[in-house]
């Protein structure tokens, strides 16, 4: 009998131990994605970050690198959970029943995520009424762009930094013809930019921002209506100003191309538009230094308005963001609930500081006054940036990665940015937006380089056959209607 019963025992520990291996065993959540941080491990026994969240919460997250990623998605959407995807395709899959619809789950297993996001707008989450994707968290930090300017040579030449257009294009005419560098030699020029992205013209978006517009195909709200950056009042006199320094030569025909940093880095330009990490960064001021051991660097964001707007420059799609996170519509209740643990872990205090900094005593320590500070092997960490699916608290971030910047990424933080609305917008089908957005940047150099007269009557032609070409009327009258449909207008 005492037999029978040890071995009935026996049978029922291993039963209840086949039980608790089974419940501990780690649900795999796939991600699609179409990059991966720098140096991403190739074996997850690698991958620090995911061997402590596996550890953490008994979640494994896989993160999927799909080339050709909206082609290849066709036929591969169910092979994953979640997607790191664009707001066009947020809306089309959306509208196609393929992703999850989260409203049932935004006050309760996604409370704390939409707290986290605080201020930040959820215009672009939503299709036709439904919220269908997570937003990145805004925190007023993006776009952080501003003019690096030479201080030693304003200086050599008694100069102050540039307050007004007419301040900017003296300072410009300086640098190119009154010998900064003290070489004898009329070898430098005035102003030069970062490559331009996104058909933005960084070279001349600095002088537009002072006339509220910029260079292209930019839908804006002004007075409670939608309209254009290519529609506003002081466009003309804008565009007037840029060909000016063009006619002067004091600006670097070759930013509208390729990146004009090199040649601020070398000396041979005085200021540079520009995004701040390349050049505030100390490898940036390293790489200066390098060339010039006596170069000393400033900055300034904004220009005074021409127009009465607030000072402004550049542009930042500052309503939403342009990287959605969305769920498969398919998702097992399993994988489901896992995603959510998953995003409570990378919005906890714990979870955020390791898919920002790495581990805590390797890469980075607190010191004595509780705050974050980086190790020499911090670069290790270099990879973990693909898990900040939601994006992050930027200027926290920034002050722990790079304190030697941080009057540079405040103050550009702070500056206002002409605010614009594109993501929002999905073009009519029989709208063909890339074309008419190459025609709109061609057009617009056409008139700064002389190539085209600049005159209101040529500049109104020029808007009408935006309009009977590539129906630009329509397109904006489909912007008018998706963003009442958001509420942002009547």
């Known amino acids: ?157 008694g100069l102050k930094m540039p307050e007004t257009v007419q301040d900017l294009y003296d300072v410009a005419y300086a640098f190119t013809f009154n010998d900064p560098d003290g070489n004898g030699q009329q070898d430098t020029l005035g102003l030069t930019a970062q490559k331009p992205g996104n058909g933005g013209i960084f070279l001349f978006d600095t002088i537009m921002g002072s006339y509220d517009t910029a260079l292209g195909n930019y839908i804006l709200i002004r007075d409670g209506k939608v309209t254009n950056a290519l529609l506003q009042p002081g466009m003309l006199e804008g ?63 904004t220009l005074k308005s021409e127009v009465g707007a607030e000072d402004a420059m550049f542009t930042g799609d500052l309503s939403t963001t342009n990287i959605i996170m969305a769920i498969n519509a398919d998702i097992s209740e399993e994988k489901l609930q896992a995603v959510f643990k998953y995003i409570d872990y990378i919005i906890s205090d714990e979870g955020s500081d390791l898919i920002f900094y790495g581990i805590e005593g390797d890469h980075w320590v607190r010191d004595e006054n509780g705050n974050v500070k980086m190790t020499e092997n911090a670069t290790a960490a270099n990879y973990i940036s693909t898990y900040q699916i939601f994006s992050r608290k930027e200027l926290e971030y920034l002050k722990v990665k790079f304190p030697e910047a ?49 005159t209101q009557e040529e500049y109104d032609k020029f808007i009408g056959e935006l309009n009977d070409n590539f129906q630009f009327d329509v397109y904006m009258e489909a912007a008018h209607d998706q963003l009442a449909a958001y509420g942002l207008v009547d």
């Open 239 to 301: 565009l007037k100003w840029c060909k000016k320094f063009v006619d002067a030569k004091i600006v670097d025909n070759d930013a509208l191309t390729t990146t004009g940093t090199d040649k601020f880095i070398a000396g041979q330009v005085g200021m540079n538009a520009v995004t701040w990490p390349g050049i505030w960064k100390q490898y940036g001021q390293d790489k200066i230094h390098a060339v010039n051991p006596d170069a000393v660097t400033s900055f300034f964001t």
């Open 1 to 157: 009998m005492k037999k029978l019963i040890s071995l009935l025992l026996t049978a029922v520990m291993l039963l209840s131990l086949c039980a608790f291996a089974h419940a501990e065993e780690p649900v795999e959540i796939r991600i699609a994605v179409n990059t991966l941080g720098n140096g991403w491990p190739a074996d997850p026994a690698d991958d620090f970050v995911y061997q402590k969240i596996l550890k953490d919460i008994g979640v494994s997250v896989k993160f999927d690198l799909v080339d050709n990623f909206y082609e290849s998605m066709g036929t591969r959407m169910d092979v994953y959970d979640m997607y790191r995807i664009d707001v066009d395709h947020l809306i089309s899959w959306g509208r196609q029943d393929l992703l999850l619809d989260l409203a049932p789950y935004k006050d309760k297993e996604l409370a704390a995520y939409f707290d986290w996001l605080g201020a930040t707008q959820l215009n672009a989450a939503y299709v036709d009424g439904t919220l269908y994707g997570l937003p990145q968290l805004y925190d007023g930090s993006k776009s952080q762009l501003n003019v690096t300017v030479r201080q030693d040579w304003l200086d050599k030449l």
């Open 406 to 454: 941080q009057q540079v990424f405040e103050a550009t933080t702070a500056a206002n940015r002409i605010e614009i609305y594109n993501t929002l917008v999905l073009e009519p089908e029989e709208i063909y937006l890339e074309d008419m957005e190459s025609y709109v940047r061609q057009q617009l150099l056409a008139f700064i380089y002389g190539e085209r007269e600049l």
